[in-house]
């Protein structure tokens, strides 16, 4: 019944391809359960405490990924994963509390800033469902040309692949040319990431199953090699010297410290959010930014990681409603529990690489993010160490290239624009703004070439509204 239900038969695949490639994807975003309660506190981001609870935060983050992976594998039936939202939730706590906190202080009653801020991701999310369920999401992912489409791909693998060289400390901020090589090439993050790299693409090209994972394995091993027996044996002058010192091995890895732990209670974000205040003024432009930027993210995420699957059938995406019906009940729950907004993972593509290809895996995911809550030991040691990760991520993404060869290449019309969302995608660091280039210039382009019949009418009226979001919403938000 359940090969049946996931069409098994139609895509090629088993349980096992299907539970495999969920645990990779799950692996390659499980920093989200630790990084995610750093964010929302201000820990990660080096701001004053927000007032949010660090444990119920981890929860939240648990709880509201399964549901909305669960959502998405059994509902769209899709291999993508959700979970809160990286960007979303450092513009959360930099941008939007500074906001909350003047309502929040008219209010009065002891209400937070925080509290403020899940109502209005809360009110975002919302509004994202009544768009999904009006069709108007389908009919954005309907409207996209091929070449773009392929160009979101090939942004979203080069975004996937830049974080991961970020992750592995590979690549470094410079201030003369903003990124740099990182010249400590002697640091053990380095050899983690290389050996973690070396092995899954020489696994991958033996064609091994499950190479993704067991290069995260092979990082992690590595890890734990440096960490307790190479470098604590090394000459004080050797272990002492800065690329070792100063590496995120010796500072972040340490081994866990137990296998199974209690989950720490939800209750002090659970259904915090205070909606009145989230309706003052000042927080409307809120509301819509969290919008558009969890619209754009989805809709890249979905465009690639499906093509990339070969999931797209002519220019639909097939489920697509249940696709973004899901996507907006997990960013009204994760509101509910106490996070930021939950969307669709770009890391699900990892899954993807290794063959899964209906909706178990993200179900997979779902199961594990639970799990996840009773074995947190583990998934700390594991996602609170980037470096481990990050080889997964470079692999992916040099996966992704492939769409190169769907770009129409002898017509301008759509080169431009296609190569406008790769290269904007990365450069930004952000898919959302990646795809308004895009879409911005795509009818343009179309346009002065003579070719804007070949548009449809939706481009038109998106490039209109993402200039007068940007020129009029954005710019004054700061980003």
């Given at each position: 019944?359940?090969?049946?239900?996931?069409?098994?038969?139609?895509?090629?695949?088993?349980?096992?391809?299907?539970?495999?490639?969920?645990?990779?994807?799950?692996?390659?975003?499980?920093?989200?359960?630790?990084?995610?309660?750093?964010?929302?506190?201000?820990?990660?981001?080096?701001?004053?405490?927000?007032?949010?609870?660090?444990?119920?935060?981890?929860?939240?983050?648990?709880?509201?990924?399964?549901?909305?992976?669960?959502?998405?594998?059994?509902?769209?039936?899709?291999?993508?994963?959700?979970?809160?939202?990286?960007?979303?939730?450092?513009?959360?706590?930099?941008?939007?509390?500074?906001?909350?906190?003047?309502?929040?202080?008219?209010?009065?009653?002891?209400?937070?800033?925080?509290?403020?801020?899940?109502?209005?991701?809360?009110?975002?999310?919302?509004?994202?469902?009544?768009?999904?369920?009006?069709?108007?999401?389908?009919?954005?992912?309907?409207?996209?040309?091929?070449?773009?489409?392929?160009?979101?791909?090939?942004?979203?693998?080069?975004?996937?692949?830049?974080?991961?060289l970020q992750n592995a400390r590979l690549?470094?901020?410079?201030?003369?040319?903003?990124?740099?090589?990182?010249?400590?090439?002697?640091?053990?993050?380095?050899?983690?990431?290389?050996?973690?790299?070396?092995?899954?693409?020489?696994?991958?090209?033996?064609?091994?199953?499950?190479?993704?994972?067991?290069?995260?394995?092979?990082?992690?091993?590595?890890?734990?090699?440096?960490?307790?027996?190479?470098?604590?044996?090394?000459?004080?002058?050797?272990?002492?010297?800065?690329?070792?010192?100063?590496?995120?091995?010796?500072?972040?890895?340490?081994?866990?410290?137990?296998?199974?732990?209690?989950?720490?209670?939800?209750?002090?974000?659970?259904?915090?959010?205070?909606?009145?205040?989230?309706?003052?003024?000042p927080m409307i432009p809120f509301i819509?930014?969290?919008?558009?930027?969890?619209?754009?993210?989805?809709?890249?995420?979905?465009?690639?990681?499906?093509?990339?699957?070969?999931?797209?059938?002519?220019?639909?995406?097939?489920?697509?409603?249940?696709?973004?019906?899901?996507?907006?009940?997990?960013?009204?729950?994760?509101?509910?529990?106490?996070?930021?907004?939950?969307?669709?993972?770009?890391?699900?593509?990892?899954?993807?690489?290794?063959?899964?290809?209906?909706?178990?895996?993200?179900?997979?995911?779902?199961?594990?993010?639970?799990?996840?809550?009773?074995?947190?030991?583990?998934?700390?040691?594991?996602?609170?160490?980037?470096?481990?990760?990050?080889?997964?991520?470079?692999?992916?993404?040099?996966?992704?290239?492939?769409?190169?060869?769907?770009?129409?290449?002898?017509?301008?019309?759509?080169?431009?624009?296609?190569?406008?969302?790769?290269i904007g995608i990365p450069m930004t660091?952000?898919?959302?703004?990646?795809?308004?280039?895009?879409?911005?210039?795509?009818?343009?382009?179309?346009?002065?070439?003579?070719?804007?019949?070949?548009?449809?009418?939706?481009?038109?009226?998106?490039?209109?509204?993402?200039?007068?979001?940007?020129?009029?919403?954005?710019?004054?938000?700061?980003?």
């Open positions: 019944m359940i090969s049946r239900y996931f069409e098994f038969a139609r895509h090629g695949t088993n349980y096992r391809t299907e539970l495999l490639a969920g645990l990779t994807t799950f692996l390659t975003m499980a920093y989200i359960i630790v990084v995610q309660p750093g964010v929302l506190t201000g820990r990660f981001l080096g701001v004053d405490d927000t007032g949010m609870d660090f444990g119920a935060v981890m929860t939240a983050t648990c709880l509201s990924a399964a549901l909305a992976s669960a959502l998405m594998g059994l509902y769209a039936r899709l291999p993508v994963a959700q979970a809160p939202g990286m960007g979303q939730n450092a513009f959360f706590v930099l941008s939007c509390l500074p906001a909350a906190a003047a309502v929040a202080q008219a209010r009065g009653g002891g209400i937070e800033a925080w509290q403020v801020g899940l109502g209005v991701v809360f009110y975002s999310g919302i509004l994202f469902l009544v768009i999904s369920m009006l069709g108007i999401r389908r009919m954005l992912l309907e409207a996209v040309s091929p070449s773009l489409r392929a160009g979101i791909t090939i942004g979203i693998g080069l975004f996937i692949a830049f974080i991961g690549v470094i901020a410079s201030q003369g040319t903003m990124v740099t090589m990182n010249p400590q090439v002697a640091s053990p993050d380095l050899v983690v990431f290389l050996v973690g790299l070396l092995a899954t693409a020489g696994m991958m090209a033996a064609r091994v199953r499950g190479s993704i994972l067991w290069g995260i394995v092979a990082a992690t091993a590595t890890a734990v090699l440096l960490r307790y027996v190479i470098v604590p044996v090394l000459p004080a002058w050797i272990s002492g010297a800065e690329p070792i010192a100063r590496s995120e091995l010796m500072a972040s890895f340490h081994l866990a410290k137990g296998i199974v732990a209690a989950p720490p209670s939800i209750m002090p974000t659970l259904w915090k959010m205070d909606l009145v205040g989230a309706l003052a003024w819509l930014i969290f919008l558009f930027m969890v619209l754009f993210d989805t809709l890249g995420t979905l465009l690639g990681v499906c093509e990339r699957a070969g999931l797209m059938v002519g220019n639909e995406l097939p489920r697509a409603r249940q696709a973004l019906v899901s996507d907006a009940v997990g960013a009204v729950a994760g509101a509910a529990m106490g996070t930021s907004t939950v969307t669709s993972y770009v890391e699900s593509a990892a899954g993807v690489e290794e063959g899964g290809r209906t909706g178990l895996t993200a179900v997979t995911v779902a199961g594990l993010f639970l799990l996840a809550l009773f074995f947190s030991p583990l998934v700390e040691m594991i996602g609170s160490y980037r470096a481990i990760t990050a080889p997964a991520l470079v692999v992916v993404g040099s996966m992704m290239m492939h769409s190169v060869t769907r770009i129409e290449w002898n017509n301008y019309a759509e080169v431009m624009p296609a190569f406008l969302v790769m660091f952000s898919i959302g703004d990646g795809l308004a280039l895009g879409f911005i210039s795509y009818p343009i382009v179309k346009l002065i070439a003579g070719q804007g019949r070949s548009v449809k009418w939706l481009m038109y009226i998106m490039a209109v509204v993402l200039v007068l979001y940007f020129a009029a919403v954005r710019a004054r938000i700061g980003g």
